[in-house]
């Protein structure tokens, strides 16, 4: 049983900063790529940044510049600084977790996504 828990959501002024946190707990062998979802009310669920096993990047247009995705592949862990927010930003953000390998009982490949943690972003 493999889960993610997000970490560091919360109210924050437009201008300002936050990073999120995001842990893979279980019998991880290992993860090809780990990121971030986000979905407004409303709107469509949009991929924000992800970075591979790797250290290769890929960014929303909307975030670029002012958002940085890092990893940790031997903690499974993945990082989301947020900086200069607009009020746009705002959403529930879903880390996300791609082809995670666990080998108990049986060596398997699948897909994980967290439960989400609430951005909000005031003008």
């Known amino acids: 049983q493999v889960q993610l828990k997000e970490y560091g959501g919360g109210l924050v002024q437009a201008g300002g900063s936050l990073r999120l946190s995001c842990a893979a707990f279980g019998s991880i062998f290992s993860i090809d790529e780990m990121g971030w979802y986000r979905q407004a009310p409303g709107k469509q669920r949009e991929l924000v940044a992800t970075?591979?096993?790797?250290?290769?990047?890929n960014y929303a247009d909307s975030v670029k510049g002012r958002f940085t995705i890092s990893g940790d592949y031997v903690k499974n862990m993945v990082y989301l600084q947020m900086n200069s927010l607009k009020p746009g930003d705002t959403a529930v953000y879903y880390c996300n977790a791609w082809g995670v390998v666990t080998t108990i009982p049986e060596r398997k490949t699948s897909d994980y996504r967290g439960q989400g943690t609430q951005v909000t972003v005031s003008s």
């Open positions: 970075i591979d096993s790797g250290g290769s990047t």
